[in-house]
């Protein structure tokens, strides 16, 4: 979600010489972008000899500004060794001596979305942004895009209305649960030339072959075996893609597929699939949004009181 401002700052200073950190899994969102000349990959789990090459490779640049979109501890570091000459970041306690302009996270009133956040960034050196850009994230590589037609073909999928559902958590709170997939996709099955694919990360093969063993409607599965750009080349060939609030309900986003998400304990007016064709699902309560620590009901009523009915009749309106 730091793409539209990323293609803001490209806009504002085209000939600027623009670099990004990032982390090594999520590399592939943004190699290729047009409006980043370098990039920098950090390890998850990173030795303090790695880490302080990689803040000397910054040093040598010299860079005139740096933006620090995560505001985390090790962002913050290579903020402060960065030697930039101004240096953007948000008001954190603790941490505001490192920054020469400090912005807030959320306003008085409100909130602010998290693409807006980033993009206020851009507008504190002075930018003017008139409309705000869409999610800008690379084209698969060929290989990749051979790879989706060949599982498209070899399965006859190109005449059929393709659905995506995103079975991974993350965490228990955004855990929807096996049942609740395993009774949707049987709705969902109901529908003539519809056909599903479950995506989700490796750690999700537990989940995907409960899914697949209670199922009594046909599903395919590729859980696990996409990388992220893969994973955009999929859902942009399809009719739909349904999951909870997630990383790859925002590379959705960044494709013309419709989505319905799952909205438990985060609010969509921080994180709603920007500027997308979609319909949010959502239940009122007044512990949202939580920090995902601990539920004070211990049932995660939030997500959980969302029922594959309600799911099933948001889908109708895409298939």
């Known amino acids: 979600m730091t793409t539209p ?12 010489f623009i670099s990004y950190i990032v982390e090594k899994p999520y590399r592939e969102l943004v190699e290729g972008n047009p409006g980043l000349d370098k990039i920098f990959v950090l390890e998850k789990k990173q030795s303090k000899r790695d880490f302080f090459k990689l803040i000397r490779q910054v040093r040598k640049e010299k860079y005139d500004v740096v933006l620090d979109f995560h505001g985390g501890p090790r962002a913050s570091l290579i903020t402060v060794f960065s030697k930039a000459k101004l240096k953007v970041g948000y008001r954190i306690k603790y941490r505001n001596f490192i920054y020469h302009i400090k912005l807030p996270r959320s306003p008085k009133k409100g909130r602010f979305h998290s693409v807006e956040n980033h993009l206020n960034f851009v507008k504190a050196l002075g ?7 869409p999610l800008s994230l690379p084209r698969s590589q060929k290989t990749e895009a051979e790879k989706v037609k060949k599982f498209l073909e070899e399965n006859k999928l190109e005449e059929n209305k393709i659905i995506i559902i995103h079975i991974s958590a993350g965490n228990e709170f955004r855990d929807w649960g096996v049942d609740n997939f395993v009774k949707l996709t049987h709705l969902l099955g109901k529908q003539p030339e519809v056909k599903m694919v479950l995506i989700g990360a490796s750690e999700d093969k537990i989940a995907e072959e409960e899914i697949l063993k209670k199922s009594t409607t046909p599903l395919l599965s590729l859980v696990g075996r996409l990388n992220l750009r893969e994973v955009k080349e999929l859902i942009s060939q399809s ?4 999951g909870p609030d997630s990383g790859p309900m925002h590379i959705a986003a960044s494709t013309s597929t419709p989505i319905v ?13 920007w500027q997308a064709k ?9 512990c949202r949004p939580c920090k995902q620590r601990q539920c004070i009901y211990k049932d995660f009523r939030c997500l959980q009181s969302i029922t594959p ?9 895409f298939i």
């Open 309 to 317: 009915e309600e799911v099933y009749e948001a889908c109708l309106r």
């Open 127 to 133: 930018i003017n942004i008139e409309f705000p850009p």
């Open 239 to 242: 009719s739909l893609f349904v």
């Open 261 to 273: 998400a799952l909205f438990g304990p985060t609010l969509p007016a921080n994180f709603a699939p």
């Open 5 to 16: 401002a990323v293609s803001a700052l490209r806009e504002g200073f085209p000939d600027a």
């Open 278 to 286: 979609a319909v949010l699902i959502e239940k009122e309560f007044d």
